[in-house]
């Protein structure tokens, strides 16, 4: 599994995501397929306002650990995968950012289009993540809320 963690990048970052760069760091000699997700800020709401920013909060420990649970699950799921990139935004996130970035290499585009679709949907449903939209004039948590799980149980 060492081996397999070189290859793994999680972050939180309070920092912009630069899906490039980290698209760029996936891509390996020996993994012909990258498969790049990023989720950005709509403008539309649960709240009927159009949405100029999400503002995200976290602890950035515990979601770490989550990260890399989901990454330690596609690989179980997947073990010709190659690189695994999840990045998850935390702060103010501006209409047309990145707020989470998924990339994954494998030597062939099915695996890799399999684990990016199941990593994004293992981060949103494992990854305790508070989300805020923001409007002009105002702002309120989503209420877009679901049971935090294990990323083995989904």
Same mark, same amino acid.
């Given at each position: 599994?060492?081996? @397999?963690?070189?290859?793994?990048?999680?972050? +939180?970052?309070?920092?912009?995501?630069?899906?490039?760069?980290?698209?760029?760091?996936?891509?390996?000699?020996?993994?012909?397929?990258?498969?790049?997700?990023?989720?950005?800020?709509?403008?539309?709401?649960?709240?009927?306002?159009?949405?100029?920013?999400?503002?995200?909060?976290? @602890?950035?420990?515990?979601?770490?650990?989550?990260?890399?649970?989901?990454?330690?699950?596609?690989?179980?799921?997947?073990?010709?995968? #190659?690189? +695994?990139?999840?990045?998850?935004?935390?702060?103010?996130?501006?209409?047309?950012?990145?707020?989470?970035?998924?990339?994954?290499?494998?030597?062939?585009?099915?695996?890799?289009?399999?684990?990016?679709?199941?990593? +994004?949907?293992?981060?949103?449903?494992?990854?305790?993540?508070?989300?805020?939209?923001?409007?002009?004039? #105002?702002?309120?948590?989503?209420? @877009?809320?679901?049971?935090?799980?294990?990323?083995?149980?989904?």
């Amino acid at each position: 599994m060492a081996a @397999e963690r070189a290859l793994d990048w999680v972050a +939180i970052s309070p920092d912009p995501l630069d899906a490039g760069a980290l698209e760029r760091w996936a891509r390996r000699p020996a993994y012909g397929a990258v498969v790049t997700f990023c989720g950005t800020p709509r403008t539309s709401s649960t709240h009927d306002h159009d949405v100029v920013a999400l503002e995200y909060e976290t @602890e950035p420990t515990l979601a770490e650990a989550r990260l890399r649970a989901v990454s330690d699950e596609a690989r179980r799921r997947w073990p010709e995968l #190659g690189a +695994i990139v999840l990045h998850h935004r935390v702060g103010s996130v501006a209409l047309l950012e990145s707020a989470v970035v998924v990339v994954v290499s494998s030597p062939h585009r099915d695996a890799a289009f399999d684990a990016a679709r199941f990593c +994004i949907d293992a981060l949103k449903r494992s990854v305790p993540m508070w989300k805020r939209e923001v409007w002009v004039g #105002g702002s309120a948590w989503s209420e @877009e809320g679901q049971t935090i799980v294990s990323a083995r149980d989904l």
